[in-house]
């Protein structure tokens, strides 16, 4: 049971296989690689400009604390020479608070500066990979579009395709059809020449004037037939008359009047 399950199993995957392969457009698939690509280069350009915005919300931050310190550097400086050393120390013991903020500052300021770059630089190397990419893509559409045309017009030329299939085996019903119709319009022709059918239309001839069109067809033919022997015999210019007068004439008397020939004209 294990085994007949483990075939169907590996039936179903195959035609599954096949028939995706059959739906399967290369051209789809590289659009959409493509499309991925540039979905994630975007993504690395967004995380670009929200590590250099951190890094520049720092520097305000920075230059804000160096501002204080400053200030209160000189708020210091005035107490000593009006004689207030204890506000000169508080000035100094905030300007020191103040300084250690700016260096915890400057080290985050530059851990984000390090990112930034290494963000910016695999940014640079996605984009032209992606270039890179959307080119081959291009041009192997191109070749695949070329060579799924260059296919179809071959088959088309041998007559495989379904399409041109189509078309041949109408014509040759079409030409079936007529050849049938053509035997059967002989057939009757023969029928009808026969007296074996009968032609409702009146226009066809009765057996006696068929027959004497038959004999006259043949004599006609035996006559022509004994004037080419006379000629190829080398006979005179009379014989030939003779001939076309109905054959060799037999010696008779000059009184005698000579006989017609009946000669039956189609």
Do not use: C, W
């Not at 501002?67 to 210091?76: C, T, Y």
């Not at 996605?126 to 041009?139: C, I, M, P, S």
């Not at 040759?172 to 023969?190: H, M, P, V």
């Amino acid at each position: 049971m294990s085994g007949v399950m483990k075939r169907m199993g590996m039936i179903f995957r195959a035609k599954a296989n096949k028939a995706l392969d059959r739906a399967e457009d290369p051209r789809e698939t590289l659009d959409y690689s493509y499309q991925k690509q540039l979905e994630l280069l975007q993504k690395v350009r967004r995380g670009v400009a929200d590590v250099a915005t951190s890094r520049k919300r720092l520097e305000l931050q920075l230059n804000q604390l160096q501002g204080q310190s400053a200030k209160l550097e000189d708020q210091g400086r005035k107490a000593l020479a009006l004689g207030r050393e204890d506000l000169a120390r508080e000035a100094l013991s905030r300007r020191a608070a103040l300084q250690q903020q700016v260096s915890d500052l400057e080290v985050q300021h530059q851990t984000l500066q390090g990112e930034e770059e290494k963000l910016t630089l695999a940014a640079q190397r996605l984009q032209a990979k992606v270039d890179a990419f959307r080119t081959k893509k291009e041009t192997i559409k191109a070749t695949y579009t070329a060579a799924q045309a260059q296919t179809r017009i071959a088959e088309s030329f041998s007559g495989i395709s379904e399409e041109m299939s189509d078309v041949g085996l109408a014509i040759q019903r079409a030409e079936d059809k007529t050849a049938q119709l053509q035997a059967r319009a002989g057939a009757i022709d023969e029928l009808l020449a026969s007296g074996a059918l009968d032609d409702q239309s009146g226009l066809a001839k009765d057996d006696i004037q068929a027959e004497l069109d038959r004999l006259s067809g043949g004599t006609d033919v035996e006559l022509e037939l004994q004037r080419m022997k006379a000629e190829l015999a080398g006979g005179t210019s009379a014989q030939q008359q003779a001939i076309e007068g109905g054959g060799a004439a037999a010696p008779r008397d000059a009184t005698q009047q000579p006989q017609s020939h009946p000669r039956f004209e189609k």
